[in-house]
Nanobody, 123 residues
């Protein structure tokens, strides 16, 4: 089994910054794309940013220039640095990873999700 554990959420004032972390552990062969999604109150879960194993990144338009995704492959960890936060960034942030595992004599890739970490931005 594979577990993703997020940390770093909390309460911050508008204009402030937070850095989220997500560490993957378990029976991991390798991790392909890692990313962050968020679900704001009353809304669907949306992509925030994603990063491939080789460092290529993709951001939702509203996060470009404010958020930075990075990863440490040796630690199986992905980060999300969030700057210039505003009330619209209030949401539960979820980490996801496409993990290659070995089971039953075969390799396969499965998407895993963390439990989420709450970010509240006060205006």
């Amino acid at each position: 089994q594979v577990q993703l554990v997020e940390s770093g959420g909390g309460l911050v004032q508008a204009g402030g910054s937070l850095k989220l972390s997500c560490a993957a552990s378990g029976s991991i062969v390798s991790i392909n794309t890692m990313g962050w999604y968020r679900r704001a109150p009353g809304k669907q879960r949306d992509l925030v940013a994603a990063i491939t194993r080789f460092g290529s990144t993709n951001y939702a338009d509203s996060m470009k220039g404010r958020f930075t995704i990075s990863r440490d492959n040796a630690k199986n960890t992905v980060y999300l640095q969030m700057n210039s936060l505003n009330a619209e960034d209030t949401a539960v942030y979820y980490c996801t990873a496409a993990v290659q595992v070995y089971s039953g004599g075969a390799y396969y890739t499965k998407d895993y999700w963390g439990q989420g970490t709450q970010v509240i931005v006060s205006s």
